[in-house]
């Protein structure tokens, strides 16, 4: 790839700061769009080196302010943006009985209406690209229930924003895809206390396994591959596709015997 510019909300931790190395190991611009400094601190003690190099600015993609000022210090640095990652998302759990609607609504503001509100306020800085590529970070609970009713529903609202926009705005050369992993090793279970303590989510990731055909959850490093695939121009007639990245989770099936290892 040329160097370019990208913009990836929620790049301060777990798949997003993936993205964010491999694109500035590629010698691309990377900015960062997220709320905690401390999580941009802790990023760089993961990742000695790179959290430096990221262009953090601070905000929160539910709001439309920040989004708006987000893209006017964008078009004042850069001039331009080749691509945008709506990755910042957060986790809730719950069933229709056990979800408030506060819960509900903050998990929708935050994984629906955010892609809304960032990719429409950056629209002119990826028209501007002339060939631009917006990868939405879903999940495989928008293609199937999960545990929690506002998350499936959020996602699943957002694989038909990708679908949407790509026909929406495929006339301009900006592709539009989702990339839908399963359950990836990240901050984000215990961030949002979905469980209570490290080995409850060790615990919660060993039974999890079994169910994935390949054996093993993934790694942040398994989903950023996609994503950057999907930023290149390698993947330049792809547009409106769904992607899951999921170490086969989607076709298990509990009529198969488990296999003697
Ligand atoms: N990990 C999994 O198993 C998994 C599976 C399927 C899909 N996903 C999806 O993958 C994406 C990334 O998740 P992850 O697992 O990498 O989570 P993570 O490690 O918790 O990272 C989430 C990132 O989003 C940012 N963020 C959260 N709310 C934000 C807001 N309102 N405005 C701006 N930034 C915000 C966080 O920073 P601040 O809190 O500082 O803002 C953080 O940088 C999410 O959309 C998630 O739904 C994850």
């Known amino acids: 790839m040329d160097k370019k510019v990208f913009l990836i909300s929620g790049g301060s931790s777990g798949i997003g700061l993936a993205v ?3 694109l500035l190991n590629q010698g691309h611009h990377v900015i960062s769009l997220s709320r905690s400094s401390e999580k941009v601190a802790r990023a760089a003690r993961e990742f000695p080196g790179i959290a430096e190099r990221l ?7 539910s709001i439309a302010e920040d989004a708006q000022k987000i893209a006017e210090s964008i078009h004042e ?17 719950g069933s229709l009985e056990t979800t408030e609607q506060t ?3 903050k998990t929708l503001a935050v994984n629906l209406t955010g892609p ?4 429409k306020a950056l629209l002119p800085l990826l028209k501007s690209a002339g060939g631009a590529s917006v990868v939405n970070i ?3 609970a928008g293609l199937k229930p999960g545990t929690s009713l506002s998350y499936s529903v959020s996602k699943a609202g957002l694989d038909m924003f990708t679908r949407f926009l790509a026909g929406d705005l495929g006339p301009y050369g900006i592709r539009v895809n989702s990339v839908n992993p399963g359950l990836v090793r990240t901050h984000i279970h215990l961030d949002n206390s979905i469980t209570e ?6 615990d919660m990731l060993a039974k999890a396994r079994v169910r994935y055909p ?4 993934g790694m942040p490093e398994d989903i950023a591959s996609m994503v950057v695939f999907l930023l290149s121009e390698e993947s330049s007639w792809i547009t409106g596709s769904i992607m899951t990245v999921d170490g086969g989770v989607m076709v298990e099936n509990d009529l198969i015997p488990p296999k003697e290892l």
């Open 20 to 22: 964010a190395s491999s």
């Open 55 to 61: 262009d953090f600015m601070q905000g929160d993609v």
């Open 77 to 93: 640095k850069y001039g331009v943006l080749h691509g945008l990652v709506n990755n910042a998302g957060v986790l809730s759990k």
């Open 103 to 105: 819960v509900w609504e």
């Open 116 to 119: 809304f509100i960032l990719t």
């Open 138 to 140: 879903s999940s495989v």
């Open 197 to 202: 303590s490290r080995q409850a989510y060790e």
């Open 214 to 217: 390949l054996q093993r959850i």
